[in-house]
């Protein structure tokens, strides 16, 4: 008799190095692996470069493009097993994803685009705030009574030590970036030194008054609220920024790089989505019958569109989560730049029976298009923001969006007992290189967008920088939200 032993060869991706698929894909050694999975016993590899620049232009129809000299697009790369005997990949095909086409009217809006650091874990730690007693009130206020002046002014509780909350240095009044403009950026502040930055004379002379002044504003009805204070670069590396050297690239670059992160595969197509840390503002839905010969040498993208399906789900964000469209409200949200919020981030996509399932969801934001004339009336646009929140009016806040604060909640959802099963669908595409887009839309199809439910609950626990550590504003709230196809 001969001994047996189990084996699974494709239960994991098997190679000798990450470097041979990068190799055997014919890219270069700046491309790293994203994601991967196997498909059917092919594996299907995600490749992005950290070399990879784009370019935004405020003038033309179409004005994102790759720079010349950094063409570094992502790719999809799916390889075959080629031996019986252990594995051996060669590549199937290969996919080059694109940069969307953008109607002049979203073209419009993208200029426009709010864009903040989402607070994760990698923000400002606690030694800010609690080294040897000193307290962020103080570190963060310079004194306590000016904590108490504004803690006061807005009946927000008295926490000696609440958790910091990072921001951006930003050299405007808003805070925002236009896609064409560098991600803004702040220098390192050391928790270790009782929260006073760099050194302490260093702090005390110039850079308490600096972080202040500098930090972005969340306002609304002609008042300043709080402010939210100072990131890293180490931070921001390490959830996947990229710099040149000091200075961080431009944020389309970023957007571009953060949305090819994850994979999933289904028998027609491959799906393409962002990060858990920064906005998926495109997705790509890529079929995989699609010819990939020298002639045509097909690129694809998806449109910009997010359809959220009927209106009632549409007024249900909105309404929980304080951003209405009424002409009133207009100073307090961001539906005069044709945005209302909000969505998720996606830290995980993988494909069951044909049937996409997306986990691991974060609080986002997302934007419709409230042109009368353009084709992505009231779809959406996902991106991301952060605010500050306190435990006690947190709720109110959001629901009735007084403060006009630029984002609905600073934290991190965690989600019970959800799964959402979407089928991407998508046109034809005229596999030029010029023209066309795959159409998709997301998460069901307009015609079955009578079909989809509202079934699962979200139970949201966010950080809050002038609240309660541990005390989530939206525990109560019960967030029954999440989208549900009719195909079962």
Do not use: C
Not at 49 to 78: A, C, H, M, R, W
Not at 226 to 241: C, P, V
Not at 419 to 445: C, E, L, M, R
């Amino acid at each position: 008799s001969k001994n047996v032993t189990a084996y699974t060869p494709f239960a994991t991706p098997i190679t000798d190095s990450k470097a041979d698929l990068v190799s055997l894909a014919q890219l270069d050694s700046s491309y790293q692996i994203a994601d991967q999975t196997i498909h059917n016993t092919n594996l299907f590899v995600l490749f992005k470069s950290t070399q990879v620049k784009l370019t935004y232009s405020s003038s033309g129809s179409n004005n994102i493009s790759f720079d010349s000299t950094n063409n570094k697009p992502s790719y999809v790369v799916e390889f075959t097993n080629s031996t019986n005997v252990g594995i051996k990949w060669s590549v199937v095909k290969k996919y080059k994803l694109d940069v969307p086409n953008v109607s002049s009217d979203m073209n419009d809006v993208l200029k426009n685009l709010i864009l903040e650091q989402p607070l994760t874990k990698y923000t400002l730690n606690s030694s800010l705030a609690k080294e040897k007693g000193k307290t962020q009130k103080e570190v963060h206020l310079s004194n306590s009574n000016q904590w108490r002046s504004m803690r006061n002014q807005h009946g927000l509780n008295n926490n000696p030590s609440p958790n910091a909350t990072t921001g951006f240095k930003l050299d405007k009044g808003n805070a925002y970036r236009k896609l064409n403009e560098s991600w803004p950026i702040y220098q390192l502040i050391d928790g270790t030194k009782q929260g006073k930055g760099k050194d302490q004379s260093g702090w005390q002379s110039s850079e308490e008054n600096q972080a202040k002044m500098d930090a972005p504003l969340s306002t609304g009805g002609g008042s300043s609220k709080f402010q939210s204070y100072l990131n890293t670069k180490q931070a921001l590396e390490s959830i996947g920024i990229l710099f040149d050297d000091q200075t961080p690239r431009n944020v389309i670059t970023q957007l571009y790089y953060a949305s090819t992160s994850k994979l999933a595969v289904t028998n027609d197509h491959v799906v393409v989505m962002g990060n858990s840390f920064l906005p998926s503002l495109w997705y790509w839905v890529v079929e995989r019958g699609a010819t990939t010969d020298s002639s045509s040498k097909p690129t694809w993208s998806a449109n910009t569109n997010l359809d959220w399906g009927e209106d009632k789900q549409k007024q249900f964000v909105e309404n929980q989560l304080g951003y209405k469209e009424t002409t009133s409200t207009n100073s307090h949200n961001f539906h005069s730049k044709s945005f209302t919020q909000p969505a998720y981030f996606i830290s995980g996509i993988d494909s069951v029976n044909d049937q996409l399932i997306f986990s691991g969801f974060k609080a986002g934001s997302v934007g419709y298009d409230s042109s009368s004339s353009s084709s992505t009336k009231d779809q959406a646009l996902a991106w991301s923001t952060t605010t500050s929140l306190d435990s006690k009016t947190g709720y109110r806040d959001l629901v009735t969006n007084e403060t006009g604060l630029n984002g609905p909640i600073n934290g991190s959802f965690s989600i019970q007992d959800t799964f959402s099963f979407v089928v991407p669908y998508s046109g034809n595409h005229s596999n030029q290189i010029s023209s066309g887009t795959i159409k998709t839309a997301y998460p069901v199809k307009k015609s079955e967008a009578s079909t989809v439910k509202i079934n699962s609950l979200i139970n949201a626990t966010p950080l809050n920088s002038y609240g309660d550590e541990g005390i989530g504003v939206f525990d109560a709230l019960g967030l029954n939200y999440n989208f549900k196809s009719n195909q079962e």
